[in-house]
């Protein structure tokens, strides 16, 4: 039993001194709930999926993704692995019945309500 503690305690500090993205710094823009809009220009992330999330984010770091304020999250994620990008946790587990399941439509730079 001793050595399981050991084994699980290293593996929880080996994931805690992984760096983590700073989700504080996201919620300026896109609040702390992730329902806003940010500066009106962006989709809502909380109405994403995971996958569409990490998409996103790692697209903004490698340049094949972003709108209006892609240099902004250029900037943001640079810092990070794709590993930490996809390691978030932010969006919803699934479409939760959308009928596209490839995301939200956007009109205008807003989510278009499915």
């Given at each position: 039993m001793k050595m399981k503690k050991i084994i699980l305690g290293t593996l929880v500090l080996g994931v805690s001194l992984f760096a983590e993205v700073k989700l504080a710094d996201c919620a300026t823009c896109h609040g702390v709930e992730f329902d806003k809009s940010a500066m009106d220009s962006s989709q809502v992330v909380s109405l994403l999926t995971k996958i569409?999330?990490?998409?996103?984010?790692?697209?903004?770091?490698?340049?094949?993704?972003?709108?209006p304020m892609k240099a902004i999250m250029v900037e943001q994620v640079a810092k990070y692995t794709n590993e930490e990008l996809a390691a978030?946790?932010?969006?919803?587990?699934?479409?939760?019945?959308?009928?596209?399941?490839?995301?939200?439509?956007?009109?205008?730079?807003?989510?278009?309500?499915e």
């Open positions: 569409e999330v990490t998409e996103a984010l790692q697209g903004y770091k490698d340049g094949t993704y972003g709108g978030t946790g932010i969006g919803r587990e699934n479409n939760h019945g959308r009928s596209n399941p490839y995301g939200p439509r956007q009109a205008g730079g807003h989510v278009v309500a």
